[in-house]
Structures are given as structure tokens and as C-alpha cells.
């Protein structure tokens, strides 16, 4: 009978369907308005240190840097550079607060480079109209205090029109990234320093249509480089029109490996890097335009990945935060916009999407996100009038 009893009850239990009710879907709550910093023309980004937010660009073709506090009252600012023209393009900040920022500016006097294009800039970067170009030959870092006092300055001149996409930091130096013109077209390049600012010698990447966006410095001495490339990188050659790029490089500045992000007859491109191989950038293929976020091994496989309707670009925060303009639903959010609108997405490790917060309509670009212990999670955006900062924390 018990036996019996037991094949009754597992046919019930096969028979009667379980119930799974449907995951809930996130509610996307609205970032409020920090401060505005400027205008676009003369901001190029901002970085934190401490409850300072430190903003920097280049304003009557000179690179400056200024701090202010999170009501938009200005703390200090100083001009970085008084060349003729000049340009503070990208920044970070190291364990100590102190603040490196990355630019270009004119060779120095007496040093003659050869003629070569204007570089392509392929990512329509704002460069001051009154800036001219084609004297930015040196790759220049500021290290500046807390404070606002000027540590110290660096050049490492080279033959080539040139523009600083990004700059990272550890206790053992800073490594600037970029995209140089050639005489073939626009190279992507890495150089790095020590902590005392030294530049050691560039690393060019590609020669005819390569681009570096964002680099990661790795406890091991090594260096991950992220952009795109339409040309062969260490013998991998390009699969779509454009392909995205990791690109890992040695103590030594040898490439060691590349792997490519493909999309078949469209172009791709990785933005943004987190320390944490969080990657953002965008895919452009059949006359549709997305976002791709991909969270990467330290061996550049892919974990987890998302693509999002938008115009393009993103930007990635921290370990588990991607940033952009969201121009269409997506699933797991209550979430249509009518209009292009910045989105900022929260993951967990396993890439479930655990918060959503969004930023008004009416701006063009999405610039960075920055998380602070002092002042939180803040998002930049860019629109055709102003660079301004927007906070999901309530204040």
C-alpha cells in the first residue's frame, strides 16, 4: 500500500505544473540634478577626490583645472599650461587624492616635427575652436594636489599630431592612452610613466585606422588597452567594417595578444573600461545603433553580456556600472523611452541588472561615472549647452 501510495503522489507531482511567477520588473527611478560645471566647448570631464570635484578642459586654448564642491561653489583653479595652445583631455585620481590629468600641447622650442595630417578624431571629440591642432605634438601630464597645487609637469614629444583619450593610476605611475595621427591614417598609442611622472617610451598601436580609448594598469605590470581598429592588430585580422579591441600589453610594451569584438558588415567600438574588465562602447550595424556592455576575464572572455538600444557610446563605472542614451525598452526594466534619454544600469556579479536611474532628456552625451565614498555615484552628461552632473543619491 505504501508503495502504491508513493506512485500515486510522484504522478501527481509530475502531473501538476509548478508555478513560477515571472521576475519583477525594475522600476527606473530619476537622477536628480548635482550642479552644471560648464560648457562643452570648455569641459572635457571631471574626476573626485575627496568631496572636491575636479574639473578640467581647456578654455582661451590654454588647459586648465579647477575644483569646486558639490553646490557648484569653485574651490581653486589653475591654468595648467601656457603654450600658445593646449588641451587637458583626460584624468584620474591616485590613493592619495592627488590628481593627474592628461593632455597635449606644442613641442618644445627649438624641436621641429615632421609634417603629418590632422588626425581623424574619430570620436568627434570637442576640441576648443581657437585651439590649433596641428601644433599638439607632446603628450603632457599635470599631477596636481588635493589642494590645487601644481606637483609637476611632464612632455614626451613625438612626430605626430596627437589627442589623450584616457589616463589611469597606480602606486607605480600613471599610463596615458590616445589616438595619433600617421601618415597613413590615425594609430592608437600607449605611454606610461612612473610616480614621479617620467614618461618611458610610446607604444604605437596599428598604423591606418586604429583608435585606444581606455587602458587598465594591472597589479602584474602588464596593461590592457581598449578602443577599436579597422586594420590587422598582432597578426588578428579585422572581421567587420570596424571591430572592437582588447588589446593586452607587457611590462615591457610588447602586445602579447588581441582579441576582437566583431560584427558582421557594422562597426564596433570599446569606450570605456573598468579596472575590472567592465566594458562599454558601441555597435553600429544594419542601420541599428546599440550599446554593448560586456564584463571580461583577465583572460578577455566574456562572462556576461547586454545590448541595449541607443545612440552608441557608453561609458562603464567602477566594477558594475554602465552608463548611456537609451533610445528603446528593454526587458527587465519598466522602460520605453520617448525620447533619447541617459540611462544608468546597475549589476550584480552574475550581470543581473539591480538598479536603474535615469537622467532628463535633452543631452547628447553620457562622459563618466564616478563613485566617491564622500559624495556617491555621479554621472556626467554633455547637451549642446552644458556639462552637468546628476546624482541617484538622495541629497
Do not use: C
Amino acid at each position: 500500500m505504501k508503495r502504491l501510495l508513493s506512485f500515486v503522489l510522484l504522478a501527481t507531482l509530475l502531473a501538476t505544473p509548478v508555478a513560477h511567477s515571472a521576475p519583477k520588473k525594475i522600476a527606473v527611478k530619476p537622477m536628480q540634478l548635482l550642479t552644471t560645471i560648464g560648457t562643452p566647448e570648455e569641459v572635457s570631464g571631471a574626476v573626485v577626490s575627496g568631496k572636491s570635484i575636479i574639473v578640467f578642459g581647456s578654455k582661451a586654448s590654454k588647459a586648465y583645472a579647477r575644483a569646486i564642491d558639490a553646490t557648484g561653489k569653485e574651490l581653486w583653479n589653475l591654468p595648467l599650461d601656457q603654450s600658445a595652445a593646449s588641451i587637458a583631455t583626460a584624468a584620474a585620481v591616485d590613493i592619495a587624492g592627488d590628481i593627474w590629468i592628461a593632455g597635449a600641447t606644442p613641442m618644445a622650442m627649438g624641436l621641429t616635427p615632421p609634417t603629418t595630417a590632422t588626425p581623424l578624431n574619430p570620436d568627434n571629440a570637442v576640441i576648443p575652436p581657437n585651439v590649433f591642432v596641428g601644433d599638439l605634438h607632446a603628450v603632457t601630464i599635470w599631477k596636481i594636489s588635493a589642494a590645487g597645487s601644481l606637483i609637476l609637469t611632464n612632455t614626451l614629444p613625438t612626430s605626430y599630431v596627437l589627442f589623450p583619450t584616457a589616463i589611469a593610476v597606480d602606486k607605480s605611475g600613471a599610463s596615458v592612452v590616445g589616438i595619433m595621427a600617421t601618415e597613413k591614417g590615425n594609430a592608437g598609442f600607449l605611454a606610461n610613466t612612473d610616480n614621479a611622472g617620467v614618461f618611458s617610451k610610446l607604444l604605437q598601436l596599428g598604423t591606418v585606422s586604429t583608435t585606444a580609448e581606455s587602458v587598465v594598469r594591472h597589479s602584474d605590470g602588464t596593461f590592457t588597452v581598449t578602443g577599436s581598429s579597422s586594420e590587422t592588430l598582432a597578426g588578428k585580422k579585422v572581421t567587420g567594417i570596424t571591430d572592437g579591441v582588447l588589446v593586452k600589453v607587457s611590462k615591457t610594451l610588447k602586445i602579447t595578444s588581441v582579441v576582437r569584438s566583431s560584427v558582421a558588415k557594422g562597426k564596433r567600438n570599446w569606450n570605456s573600461a573598468s579596472n575590472s574588465l567592465l566594458l562599454s562602447g558601441e555597435v553600429t550595424a544594419a542601420g541599428k545603433t546599440e550599446t554593448a556592455v560586456t564584463k571580461f576575464s583577465n583572460t578577455f572572455a566574456p562572462t556576461w553580456t547586454y545590448r541595449f538600444t541607443s545612440t552608441g557610446l557608453g561609458v562603464s563605472g567602477s566594477a558594475n556600472q554602465a552608463f548611456f542614451i537609451s533610445t528603446g525598452a528593454i526587458t527587465q526594466l519598466i522602460w520605453s523611452p520617448k525620447a533619447p534619454t541617459p540611462l544608468l544600469l546597475t549589476f550584480d556579479s552574475k550581470g543581473l541588472i539591480t538598479a536603474a536611474n535615469s537622467a532628463p532628456t535633452g543631452q547628447s552625451e553620457v562622459l563618466s561615472v564616478l563613485n566617491s565614498k564622500e559624495l556617491g555615484v555621479l554621472a556626467l552628461t554633455s547637451s549642446a549647452e552644458a556639462v552637468s552632473i546628476f546624482t541617484p543619491n538622495p541629497r
